[in-house]
């Protein structure tokens, strides 16, 4: 997708060279800091938290919340996550199956993996959905057309696939449409999960009895039945794990968070809606709420859940001390792989944006280990790529065996998000490093794959950076390209302020 411009003939030194731009770097990083030390003091307040609390926490209080027994020897833990790459290689040229072995805390269990769901697997658990997240009648009788016409088709010697997929992408869009207009946000939640269905091999001879596990939608042991799932509507805001940011999911996966009570379900839903409609103040009261139901019934991993969505509300307005603390209390309550590695994650973003070195790293490596447990190669390829760039700004050049390591486990998955991020990653710190034939050939990788995830905003900002490349080099005319098919992407973004910026540069260059 950049063709040629990671060619030597494209680029003239300039003598500047990596000490340099570790000078230039630094001083930017400085005034960013400050200003988002200014922008964060000025925005706590308008987002809705003063109620909680009238001094923002200082950043020297934010390693309280830090527990010493979290803490991991990450540089022996390191050789281990190479061998589990290495072991994953080696299983994938013995056999045709996916087979992967989990290394990371346990190291010694083996799982295998299967791709092939078969499709009457897969209108079971669509039928399942649809009940649990409460559709109305009239939209469900839709579905199930939808749905009768892909078992007409399974049943058939040689059925139309095109046909089959089309109806399920039709009866996903109905489903979706729903869950918007009930949440009054935007969701594809379940055209995402077919989509990710359909990279699999579907086996589409009918077979009630083929099950896997590896993509079965669950729902709580001795939850009420599916008939009765009906009677609560909105509760469709908790019948998809969430992700821990767009790039991390738990693969292809359906889980049901609703608990097992009625009256905590309802509170726990309820205070999701006010997350969702930013009434963050609100939501927390009902949070409260919600909590003292889960101990009156006893329910810790709900009571999990829901400091997990706490510590993220105070995340998202910069009460990174009583996040902590929030996610602390939500990893005390839990045995789920899942909500330990998203509850890692997230702890490490709030150490990393404040540049606690140590604690970062221990929180992104039990993040990593926790996905290992739970066969996640998406998280893991995304905590491993932070990792990655914390040691591209410490200027340290292990920061690519990081990237490698990522890159690897992320080329096992079909997730073109994440590999896009991994490369763009990766570009920026062979840049950092003085290296821009490497940095313009993973930007090159880094297009191609956000183009295949359908991320414009994504392929426009890393032809930017190639750009900057260029300009930096003395090459105007390469740079003029590359931003002209950035401006091209970005304009099919609502990002005014990207789009300014590339015009601004064309305008320089003209």
Do not use: C
């Not at 057309?145 to 059925?159: M, S």
């Not at 091209?488 to 540069?505: F, G, P």
């Amino acid at each position: 997708m950049l063709n040629g411009i990671f060619q030597k003939p494209y680029i003239v030194r300039d003598g500047r060279g990596a000490v340099k731009k570790k000078q230039d770097d630094d001083t930017s990083k400085s005034a960013t800091q400050t200003q988002r030390e200014e922008q964060s003091n000025s925005n706590s307040k308008s987002k809705g938290l003063q109620y909680v609390e009238q001094n923002r926490p200082q950043r020297s209080s934010y390693s309280q919340a830090y527990q010493k027994e979290n803490q991991v020897d990450w540089q022996s833990m390191r050789s281990q996550i190479q061998g589990q790459v290495a072991q994953r290689k080696s299983a994938s040229a013995q056999t045709s199956s996916n087979t992967s072995t989990t290394q990371v805390n346990s190291y010694s269990n083996e799982l295998k993996r299967s791709s092939t769901i078969n499709i009457a697997q897969i209108l079971k658990d669509f039928n399942n959905t649809a009940l649990a997240i409460g559709t109305p009648t009239d939209l469900k009788e839709e579905v199930d057309g939808y749905l009768a016409l892909v078992e007409k088709q399974v049943r058939k010697d040689n059925p139309n696939t095109k046909l089959i997929k089309s109806n399920l992408k039709n009866a996903s869009t109905i489903l979706d449409n729903y869950i918007s207009k009930t949440l009054n946000k935007e969701s594809k939640v379940v055209e995402n999960w077919v989509d990710a269905l359909f990279l699999q091999q579907i086996d589409f001879k009918y077979d009630e009895n083929n099950i896997n596990k590896q993509f079965l939608v669950k729902f709580p042991e001795g939850s009420v039945k599916e008939s009765e799932k009906t009677e609560e509507k909105s509760a469709v805001a908790q019948t998809i794990t969430e992700p821990v940011e767009q790039e991390i999911a738990t693969e292809s996966k359906i889980t049901s968070l609703i608990p097992q009570d009625k009256e905590l379900k309802s509170l726990f839903i309820e205070s999701k809606k006010l997350t969702y409609a930013n009434e963050p103040k609100k939501a927390l009261a009902k949070f409260q709420q919600a909590l003292q139901r889960a101990d009156e019934v006893g329910d810790t991993e709900t009571k999990s859940k829901i400091f997990y969505e706490v510590g993220k509300i105070y995340d998202d307005h910069d009460f990174y001390a009583q996040a902590l603390k929030s996610y602390n209390k939500s990893l005390e309550n839990t045995s789920d792989n899942n909500i330990k590695t998203k509850v890692h994650y997230s702890m490490a973003q709030i150490y990393d944006d404040v540049n606690q070195i140590t604690p970062a790293l221990d929180h992104y490596f039990n993040s990593i280990s926790f996905a290992g447990e739970s066969d996640n190669l998406t998280a893991q390829s995304v905590s491993l790529t932070r990792m990655g760039n914390i040691y591209t700004d410490m200027y340290e050049q292990q920061s690519f065996d990081y990237y490698t390591m990522a890159d690897e486990l992320a080329e096992q998955t079909d997730n073109s998000k994440v590999k896009g991020f991994i490369s763009s990653s990766m570009a920026g710190a062979y840049e950092k490093f003085g290296e821009p034939q490497e940095a313009l050939h993973s930007y090159s990788k880094a297009v191609q794959h956000y183009a295949d995830a359908d991320s414009p905003l994504k392929v426009a900002q890393n032809y930017k950076e190639a750009a900057e490349i260029m300009l930096d080099y003395n090459n105007p005319s390469k740079a003029r390209g590359l931003l002209t098919k950035a401006q091209s992407y970005a304009r099919q973004t609502d990002d005014v302020n990207l789009m300014n910026e590339i015009n601004e540069k064309l305008n320089s260059l003209a």
